[in-house]
């Protein structure tokens, strides 16, 4: 897609979905990746070890990793996604300026996981910035299956996610359904609203997410240590220098890239209690 217009239907619509960003053989890649990192997660809560930044949840069946933050720590390789020239291209497009990402993790919906996601911003705080969560879609998603489900224009609305839900049930407003593949990338505005159902079927879905926002945006936001900057700006130094073509075994993270821990802004729900 042109880039252009990926920047204007961002701003439009509060969300862009753009086709087939990734090649196959680095699809493959991220893939095996993650067998990897699940399988030793999982190993590792069977034996009883502790780990952070892994969610993992038991079933009768059998336990199933749901959710992974902080994910470089656990496989430098998955940086690689930040060296990928088009996808950076549309990114850098978006914010007009260097950037940075806020943070990174791996989302695993299936079918043993009965929950969804419910409406919801991921940032409550109401801004004109382009802040924006990227979605680089693993697995193939299915609107039938409970794939990600957006209100366009929503990301310029004063109203809250309960009473653009109101809004919803009585047809008022409308959502959109995405139906996505493996290898494409969905981006949405901090501010746009949007959910997910539980995973339908038997496959599963791994997304991997990332937020950026500028890096003239960190600086000047005192939530932001100095500190944490630099190392993110190092990180992306080093992938910078790397050749993008494919996902070699040569990733190099800054010493203690996690060590400085940052708290970004709270999500926004729609939470309601019964009269």
């Not at 009768?60 to 992974?68: G, I, K, L, N, T």
């Not at 879609?137 to 009473?163: F, R």
Request: aromatic share 8%; charged share 20%.
């Amino acid at each position: 897609m042109q880039t252009n217009l990926v920047v204007e239907r961002f701003k439009q619509q509060g969300f862009v979905q753009i086709k087939q960003v990734l090649k196959p053989s680095v699809i493959s890649k991220l893939q095996h990746l993650c067998d990897e990192l699940v399988a030793q997660a999982q190993s590792r809560y069977v034996a009883g070890l502790p780990f952070d930044n892994i969610a993992v949840m038991q079933t009768a069946d059998e336990p199933f990793v749901y959710r992974v933050n902080e994910l470089f720590q656990f496989q430098p390789q998955f940086a690689q996604l930040l060296a990928q020239t088009e996808l950076m291209s549309y990114v850098e497009a978006i914010i007009g300026e260097a950037v940075l990402p806020s943070y990174e993790s791996l989302v695993i919906k299936n079918s043993l996981d009965a929950r969804g996601f419910d409406w919801h911003r991921d940032m409550a705080v109401r801004t004109q910035e382009p802040i924006f969560t990227v979605g680089v879609y693993l697995d193939d998603a299915i609107a039938q299956q409970g794939a990600l489900t957006v209100i366009p224009q929503s990301h310029c609305s004063q109203a809250s996610v309960c009473d653009l839900k109101r809004q919803l049930s009585i047809a008022q407003l409308q959502s959109v359904d995405i139906t996505a593949n493996a290898g494409d990338v969905v981006i949405h505005h901090v501010n746009t609203v949007h959910a997910s159902g539980r995973q339908k079927g038997s496959a599963i879905r791994r997304t991997i997410y990332f937020e950026f926002r500028a890096v003239s945006h960190f600086i000047d936001n005192p939530c932001f240590p100095s500190e944490w900057i630099e190392k993110r700006q190092a990180l992306m130094a080093n992938l910078n220098a790397l050749n993008s073509a494919d996902m070699p075994n040569n990733v190099q993270l800054p010493n203690d890239l996690y060590v400085t821990q940052v708290r970004i802004e709270p999500a926004e729900y729609c939470i309601e209690f019964a009269s």
